[in-house]
């Protein structure tokens, strides 16, 4: 369990711009919140974005805009500022590389230079021979000589940790207690990549410790690399943190949250016409329980309320249709004014108004015919004829998995727009030797549930890739229900 805090509160979130805001973002922002202000302590956010393969230069942007939203204030971070500045890793890279050159002198940490076709050949002999997976440490007892010519000739290496190789790294968890690791099945983790940029593992506990980061709340996907990070911790004498991880938000069927089976970013449920009200009381409800059978409360009577102990560690199913009775109890406690206000705001701004009229502009004469023609740009979930959906001489089975494999397509898109999405299909036509009235209508009844609508790929752009996401995986459904061609 958490004790009380023996030195001031401070905690964090450290979400990486590499794609859409996650609603867990969201969900663990609120409990690192609740915990901070119960103990009248501090709630920073720091942007993690070292991986430069999967960074997205507007991800940042949409994470803190999509936070703001919720309604999570925080005391320090890159665009407020505060005493641990800069709040972003990018531009703390130096530091990283000075803390990682301490443990090479303290002997906490080698050089590696072994070559990722070295290491992928490794990964798959030590799987099958059924070892666990990881490095086999072949440069970590490296000679000074041996190094000192690899250097010399200029060979990349990256830095790692020296793992002990014995005993057992133990540390105390908020909700679940000791939790113990044998040493000899902990990796010796990459900590310095070679382009200079740390590894999460390194950047994370320095920062930590530099920020003063007293409690650690995070998601329980990183237990398995919290003994890495005790390890480091004790290699550099710092005082460790307190460690809770929480359970992570779940399908249905109890797997992780995924956009494969419902939509995980914020901006899809603030589209959707979420309240943030609604939606943190609603994140409040995944495994923590205010007392009372009550279900509908406050953020601030939450952090009055709260501790970590009335969390539990059944993984919380994250339910759409409860998540809309709870926003239905928010909705019908707004004044008409705030009814009105929200409204124009978020559904029918003057922003997504301005991307929609010329759309249709030419398409209509009449303003009593804008709601007709622009429907499907103000709603959720559509509802389908499937026939719809079915290109001439096209089998639902066919046009199911075109459409599967052209969301896969749409997937790896980052700037949502009309031309990233022509590209994109275009060379999805020519990968599958497919003709565009194989999926381009299907495609279009999928995202506007109509045949006629203005521009398809522009209409994409205006609503956005997780609710065609969203829209595209429910006309799926609707396909595999019909029977089988005979």
Known sequence: MIHAPARPVRVRIAPSPTGDPHIGTAYIALFNYAFAKKHGGKFIVRIEDTDQNRFRKDSESMILDCLKWVGLPW??????????????QSERTQLYREYAQVLLDKGHAYRCFCSSER???VRKERMANKLQGGYDRHCRDLSADAVHQKLKSGEPFTIRMK???TGKTIFQDGLRGALEFENEGVDDQVLLKSDGFPTYHLANVVDDHEMEISHVIRGEEWISSTPKHVVLYDMFAWQRPEFTH???????????????????????????????????????????????????FST?????????????????????????????????????????QFLQKE????????????LIRDRIEKFEDFINATHFFFSGDLKYDTQLLLPKGRSAADTA???????DALEVIESWTATE????????????????????????????????????FESMEVIGKEMVRRRVRCAIAALNTLPAAP
């Open 246 to 296: 929480l359970p992570l938000l779940r399908n249905a069927d109890k797997s992780k949250i995924s956009k494969r089976k419902q939509p995980t970013s914020i901006n899809y449920y603030r589209r959707k016409g979420i309240l943030p009200e609604a939606l943190r009381n609603y994140l409040a409800l995944m495994g923590w329980s205010y007392g009372e059978d009550r279900e509908i």
């Open 401 to 407: 998995q075109a459409l599967s494999d052209a969301l």
């Open 75 to 88: 005391d320090e971070g890159p665009d407020v500022g505060g005493p641990h500045a800069p709040y972003r």
């Open 421 to 456: 999405i022509t590209s994109a299909m275009e060379q999805f036509l020519a990968a599958k030797n497919l003709k565009a009235k194989d999926i381009y209508m299907p495609l279009r009844v999928a995202t506007t549930g109509a045949k006629e609508t203005p521009p398809l």
């Open 119 to 121: 290491l992928e050949i």
């Open 300 to 340: 601030q009577e939450m952090v009055e309320h709260f501790s970590i102990e009335r969390m539990t560690l059944g993984g919380p199913v994250f339910d759409l249709e409860k998540l809309s009775w709870v926003n239905g109890h928010y909705m019908r406690h707004l004044s008409t004014p705030e009814y009105v």
């Open 347 to 358: 559904i029918f701004s003057t922003e997504h108004l301005n991307r929609i009229i010329p």
């Open 163 to 165: 793992m002990p190789l």
